[in-house]
C-alpha cells in the first residue's frame, strides 16, 4: 500500500516562492512516475508537473518557467519549487504516483497566493 504526504503550502504574497515536498511509503517510489496536481475552486484538477523515474519532466504551460518539479529517491520524495507565484496559482496542491493499474494520492496542500 502507498501513502503520500504532502507538505509545504501556505500563504505567500504574489512574486514569491515555496517549496513542496511528497512524501511516499513504500517500496514503488523510485520506479513510478510521479505529479503534482491542482485543483482551485469551482475548477477540475489538472496537472501541474509530472517526473519519470528516469528523470524526464513535462510541465503544464501556465507553469513553465516558473515551477521545477524533482525527486530524490533515496528519500522517497517529490518536490515541486514554486517560483514567480500569481493569485492564479491559488489552489489544492496534490500529489500523485502513477502505477499500470492505478494512482494514489496524497491529501493536498493548500496553497494561497494573496497580498
Known amino acids: 500500500q502507498v501513502q503520500l504526504v504532502e507538505s509545504g503550502g501556505g500563504l505567500v504574497q504574489p512574486g514569491g516562492s515555496l517549496r513542496l515536498s511528497c512524501a511516499a511509503s513504500g517500496s514503488m517510489f523510485s520506479t513510478s512516475t510521479m505529479g503534482w496536481y491542482r485543483q482551485a475552486p469551482g475548477k477540475q484538477r489538472e496537472l501541474v508537473a509530472r517526473?519519470?523515474?528516469?528523470?524526464?519532466?513535462n510541465y503544464a504551460d501556465s507553469v513553465k518557467g516558473r515551477f521545477t518539479i524533482s525527486r530524490d529517491n533515496a528519500k522517497n520524495t517529490v518536490y515541486l519549487q514554486m517560483n514567480s507565484l500569481k493569485p492564479e496559482d491559488t489552489a489544492i496542491y496534490y500529489c500523485?504516483?502513477?502505477?499500470?493499474?492505478?494512482?494514489?494520492w496524497g491529501q493536498g496542500t493548500q496553497v494561497t497566493v494573496s497580498s
Open positions: 517526473i519519470s523515474s528516469g528523470g524526464s519532466t
Open positions: 500523485m504516483l502513477s502505477r499500470p493499474l492505478r494512482n494514489y
